[in-house]
């Protein structure tokens, strides 16, 4: 199918790897949408090949005149995600908004639409971690940002728009290319900075008698993983729906920390501090995608493990990067 593909955010984490993607699927005929300021995000451009980029509020105008054409896809990654944001009036806008613009653009235009939701919207966890449609409806988010996600997904479910869309849950990704989100960074990151700077990991302390402490579990999943998923999405329109991204298996803060040391060649040294007051009504104990609803929609690509993924960031773009 021709066509130009749009990747929103994508001078970003996620975005910036799904670039990469598509230029090993021998795709470059990719228009970039982002809002690079007076950041270094610019770098993540930096070796692309890429049609022609576009900033942000210049690409909102268009699409709202309707000029833009000769468009396959949008992958829509663009979003404030900083947990921490505040202004609840921005996130609606730029989050929720936003992406409802993209959406019936491309359903009008006959083009696939692909965006990201995310596993902020299952909120304190006490509900599970099912995709299922039904499950959504009941869920409560503890922050703005999980909210300005799942109100697009609720928007979409009341409209029907599953049987045309597709929505990724992403789950704790990690991997090269997100240096730029400063204390939005994966602990992978922070862990190999701190190794280098003090020979230590800190990791929050457990105030649950349940969880030992570093023993809080997430579920991490590669960025590789990710940009695999979400194209497939891209290129089975048949397969439409809302689903998890996630390996479907939680691992410890503490196995975390321990595979970065492992693939920095060092023991393990690991040093529990206080969890922050703020944090401690609101952190969750347990993370694990349910992955059986892209299971049976036939996604049947195996996930990276955690060590082997950590290993291939630490070792392959983070010691790297350092030496240059």
Known sequence: MNGKIIVTGGAGFIGRNLVVGLNERG??????????????????LVGLRYEDYLDKAAFRERILADRIDGVRAIIHMGACSATTERDASYLADNNYRVTRELCEWCLTHGARFVYASSAATYGDGSLGYSDDDAVTTTLRPLNMYG??????????????LFR??????YFNVYGPYEDHKEDMRSVVHKAYEQVLDSGRVRLFKSYKPDYADGEQVRDFVYVKDAVDLTL??????????????????ARSWKALAEAVFKAMGREPNIEFIEMPESLRDK????????????????????FTSLEDGVKDYVQNYLALRRKE
Request: hydrophobic share 40%; net charge negative; with cysteine.
């Open 164 to 169: 045309m869309i597709a929505g990724l849950k």
């Open 147 to 160: 909210y300005s996600k799942h109100m697009f997904d609720l928007w979409a479910l009341r409209a029907g």
């Open 232 to 249: 497939y999405l891209m290129e089975h329109p048949e397969v439409s729906g809302l689903f998890n991204c996630g390996t479907g298996q």
């Open 27 to 44: 795709i470059d005929n990719v228009l970039v949408v982002d809002d690079l300021g007076t950041s270094e995000k610019w770098q993540n």
């Open 283 to 302: 952190y969750q104990y347990f993370t694990q995608a349910e992955m059986d609803k892209i299971r049976t929609a036939g996604y049947d690509h195996a």
